[in-house]
């Protein structure tokens, strides 16, 4: 499989931080409201300040090796909410969810013409997987009074299936949108290496996803599994950036 060169490969590194960073300030902002939902779960208030810095690092790797306003304009507003959370100041959120959308203007929906629908269906994407995905990611790093089979534990756990079931249909949906605008054909998916790389990102999806089902019949017992492929997924994710023509494009 061809693979784009070592210094694209280097950035789509970076951006896999950067990824991380947003989708992990996402899964915190959703399960920081799920928590505080009556009756209140005080230890389900997850940190913030980690995922941020993370995109910020990412972030400004990235816009070093390929600059670009919308680029620059992204790292800014992750460092504006990263200032802000370290100093303890609200509107923390604004800036942060501004940052993830804007990720949409980077990749390869920014390059369809007209850009517009696919720039909003990627924002989106990136969003509803922020909820979905990047709340599994962050309730990975919970420790729960009783764990996952506790009282409390379970009461998060539902709060969240709610919600991750709503996120992850929209992922999926908006997924399937832009693939449809990414690839010539479904021959693609194993006739070209952008291809193979989008299957093995589905591939692990579809894991999340029944590993999802065992969480609710089990508990949430792998919790770090699921967090880990979470990190493969955005690997994916990245790696599929550092192509510079997805096939239905070119």
């Not at 390869?108 to 924002?123: L, R, S, T, Y």
């Not at 908006?174 to 093995?200: H, I, K, Q």
Request: charged share 10%; proline share 7%.
């Amino acid at each position: 499989m061809n693979l784009p060169p070592p210094i694209d490969l280097a950035i789509a590194a970076l951006r896999w931080l950067e990824y991380a960073g947003l989708l992990g300030f996402i899964g915190t902002v959703v399960v920081r409201r799920l928590a505080a939902m009556p009756p209140a779960l005080h230890w389900a208030r997850a940190p913030m300040e980690r995922w941020l810095a993370g995109a910020v690092i990412g972030g400004l790797g990235v816009v070093t090796a390929h600059p670009s306003i919308a680029g620059i304009v992204r790292v800014v507003a992750e460092g504006v909410a990263l200032g802000l959370c370290i100093r303890g100041y609200p509107l923390v959120v604004p800036p942060g969810i501004f940052a993830a959308a804007a990720l949409a203007f980077a990749g390869h929906a920014a390059q369809v013409n007209p850009a517009a629908g696919a720039i909003f269906a990627d924002a989106t994407h990136v969003l509803s997987a922020g909820a979905w995905a990047g709340g599994i990611l962050v309730l990975a790093t919970l420790r729960p009074p009783a764990r996952w089979g506790g009282d409390e534990g379970r009461a998060l756990l539902i709060r969240f299936g709610r919600v991750a079931f709503l996120a992850f249909a929209i992922t999926a949906l908006t997924g399937v949108l832009r693939a449809s605008e990414e690839l010539r054909g479904l021959d693609d998916l194993w006739g070209t290496p952008y291809g193979l790389v989008l299957s093995l990102k589905t591939a692990g999806v579809l894991v999340m996803v029944a590993m999802s089902v065992l969480v609710w019949r089990r508990g949430f017992r792998y919790a770090g599994a699921e967090g880990a492929l979470v990190l493969v997924v955005l690997a994916a994710t990245a790696l599929l950036s550092a192509f510079p023509m997805p096939p239905g494009q070119a």
